[in-house]
């Protein structure tokens, strides 16, 4: 099967079998011509691979997977993905919450509810002073980002400065 034949059948590019070949995921055998020629085994490789990559493993990862004939070793690297997968659920399932306490919220602006700035505060990992301060605090806070988008400072509604939370860069 040639590659063109090969990425239409899985809906991929032919640059992507060609980058997985560089990084050593396949190897197709060649014809007289040099042309790449993908056999029952390489299907077989391309539909794990893109089946890998469905369940959050990294090119990296599946290249270490398919390197190794070591059991001990693949029961390693699948552990170490599953902890990986398994604080990216953690991170999302933090996200849907914070998005359902904000589409829950009987505030016009989530950023101005009590409860709202509490979890932010928890979140980031500051004290329970600022956090407590943000929850009591009825009148709205400003929130207002630095000029080189590193850090949002929050202020009370006199202006005095209470929390400067750094961002990653954008």
């Known amino acids: 099967m040639s590659i063109g034949a090969i990425a239409e059948r899985f809906g991929l590019a032919t640059h992507v079998l060609r980058h997985w070949e560089t990084m050593g995921l396949l190897t197709p055998a060649r014809d007289a011509a040099g042309r790449r020629r993908y056999g029952t085994a390489d299907l077989t490789r391309v539909a794990v691979i893109l089946r890998a990559k469905e369940a959050g493993l990294s090119l990296d990862a599946i290249r270490?997977?398919?390197?190794?004939?070591?059991?001990?070793?693949?029961?390693?690297?699948?552990?170490?993905?599953?902890?990986?997968?398994?604080?990216?659920?953690?991170?999302?399932?933090?996200?849907?919450?914070?998005?359902?306490?904000?589409?829950?919220?009987?505030?016009e602006d989530a950023t101005r509810c009590a409860h709202f700035r509490r979890v932010v505060a928890e979140h980031i990992g500051l004290g329970t002073d600022v956090a407590d301060r943000l929850e009591k605090n009825s009148d709205p806070v400003d929130v207002g980002?630095?000029?080189?988008?590193?850090?949002?400072?929050?202020?009370?509604?006199?202006?005095?400065?209470?929390?400067?939370?750094?961002?990653l860069a954008p």
């Open 64 to 107: 270490s997977l398919v390197a190794t004939a070591d059991p001990a070793r693949r029961r390693g690297i699948l552990r170490e993905e599953a902890e990986a997968l398994r604080s990216r659920i953690a991170a999302a399932q933090a996200s849907l919450a914070l998005i359902e306490c904000a589409l829950g919220c009987d505030h």
């Open 145 to 167: 980002q630095g000029p080189d988008r590193s850090r949002v400072v929050m202020a009370d509604p006199e202006g005095n400065e209470f929390c400067v939370l750094r961002t």
